[in-house]
C-alpha cells in the first residue's frame, strides 16, 4: 500500500466551478500537510501548508484536513483557466529530521473557459 | 529575489556521457533536495543535503551523485547516461529547522532525455 493515494484525474470543469482535490494517506504519523500546483514544464510551488486537522483557507483557495478518516482535500472556488494544472498533495511526520515529504501523483485539472 | 535556479532546463545526450546538472538557491536555506518525476508519478526522492559537506542518498536507487561544497550549490552528476536516466529532475530547499523546514520550495527542472 502506498503512503499517499490520489486520483490522477484528469478533472475537467468549466470556469467559476468549484473543485474538490483529495488524497487519502495511510501513516496516522503524518502531521504536516502540503498541497502544491504545478504547471506544465515547470516545478511544484507551494499553494497551501497546514499543521494537523483543520482548515485553511487562502483566498478561492481552502485546504482541509481530517485527521480521523486521514484523508485530506483542497477546494478550489470560482475556478478559473489559469487554475489548470496538475495539483500534488504532500505530507510528513514530526519525527522526520530529514522534512523528508511524501507525494502523491498528482491531479491534473483543467478549467475551460 | 530569492529564488531556487535550475540550469539546462532541458538536456538531450547520447549514452554513456558525463552529464552535470546544476542547481543554486539564493533562499538562504541550509536543507537541500534532488527528485525524480516521472509523468502521472510520484515524486522520488533521489538525494538530500543537510547543509555544506552533507550529502546522503534517498529512497530511489539512483546511480547519480551530488556534492555540496557551497549552501547554496547542489549539483547533480551522472557518470555515464543512460536511456532509463531519461526523467525530469528537480532540485527544491527548504529550512533546516522548526516548522517551516517542510516547506520544500522548488526549482524549475531538468527534462533530460538520453538517446
Known amino acids: 500500500q502506498k503512503e499517499v493515494e490520489q486520483d490522477p484525474g484528469p478533472l475537467s470543469v468549466p470556469e467559476g466551478a468549484i473543485v474538490s482535490l483529495n488524497c487519502t494517506y495511510s501513516n496516522s504519523a503524518f502531521q504536516y500537510f502540503m498541497w502544491y500546483r504545478q504547471y506544465s514544464r515547470k516545478g511544484p510551488e507551494l499553494l497551501m501548508y497546514?499543521?494537523?486537522?483543520g482548515n485553511k483557507e487562502d483566498g478561492r483557495f481552502t485546504a482541509q484536513v481530517d485527521k480521523s478518516s486521514k484523508y485530506i482535500s483542497l477546494f478550489i472556488r470560482d475556478s478559473q483557466p489559469s487554475d489548470s494544472a496538475t495539483y500534488l498533495c504532500a505530507m510528513s511526520d514530526r519525527g522526520s529530521t530529514l522534512g523528508r515529504l511524501y507525494f502523491g501523483r498528482g491531479t491534473q485539472l483543467t478549467v475551460w473557459p | 529575489e530569492a529564488d531556487i535556479y535550475q540550469t539546462p532546463r532541458y538536456l538531450v545526450i547520447g549514452t554513456g556521457k558525463k552529464i552535470t546538472l546544476e542547481c543554486s538557491q539564493t533562499?538562504?536555506?541550509?536543507?537541500m533536495y534532488w527528485y525524480q518525476q516521472d509523468p502521472g508519478m510520484e515524486l522520488h526522492l533521489i538525494h538530500y543535503?543537510?547543509?555544506?559537506?552533507?550529502?546522503e542518498k534517498g529512497d530511489l536507487s539512483s546511480e547519480s551523485t551530488v556534492s555540496r561544497i557551497r549552501t547554496e550549490h547542489f549539483p547533480l552528476t551522472l557518470e555515464s547516461a543512460r536511456p532509463s536516466h531519461t526523467s525530469q529532475y528537480l532540485c527544491?530547499?527548504?529550512?533546516?529547522?522548526?516548522?517551516?523546514?517542510?516547506?520544500?520550495?522548488f526549482g524549475p527542472g531538468t527534462r533530460l532525455t538520453v538517446t
Open positions: 497546514t499543521y494537523s486537522s
Open positions: 533562499m538562504g536555506h541550509d536543507k
Open positions: 527544491a530547499s527548504s529550512e533546516l529547522t522548526g516548522p517551516s523546514s517542510y516547506e520544500q520550495y
Open positions: 543535503s543537510y547543509g555544506v559537506n552533507s550529502t
